[in-house]
């Protein structure tokens, strides 16, 4: 199984922007770490959100990844999702 680090240097480019769609956790901390040592933005998304409101929020971010707990994968058909379990 890849690591996180493979994903991201894979996956997204500097400047792209990737989601964290997780409880808090030592696996999110660590995800987050990743995305800004790859050079890109994070965008924090609250699980406690509405599922609206969340959809929402990944169309206007537009990002390249999203990284999340294993409910919300494929949350978007659209982005490729992977579960946040990969950072611990």
């Known amino acids: ?9 894979e996956q997204v480019n ?12 030592k696996e999110a901390i660590a995800a987050i770490i990743g995305i800004l ?7 924090p998304i609250d699980v406690s959100y509405p599922e609206e409101r969340i ?20 949350i978007d058909d659209t982005i490729p999702c992977v579960s946040l379990k990969m950072a611990d």
């Open 37 to 43: 040592k790859a050079g890109c933005a994070y965008v």
């Open 1 to 9: 199984m890849p690591c996180l680090a493979r994903i991201l240097e």
């Open 14 to 25: 500097v400047d792209d922007c990737v989601v964290v769609l997780g409880e808090r956790s």
């Open 55 to 74: 959809r929402y929020i990944i169309k206007d971010c537009k990002p390249k990844l999203i990284l999340c707990d294993d409910e919300f994968m494929g």
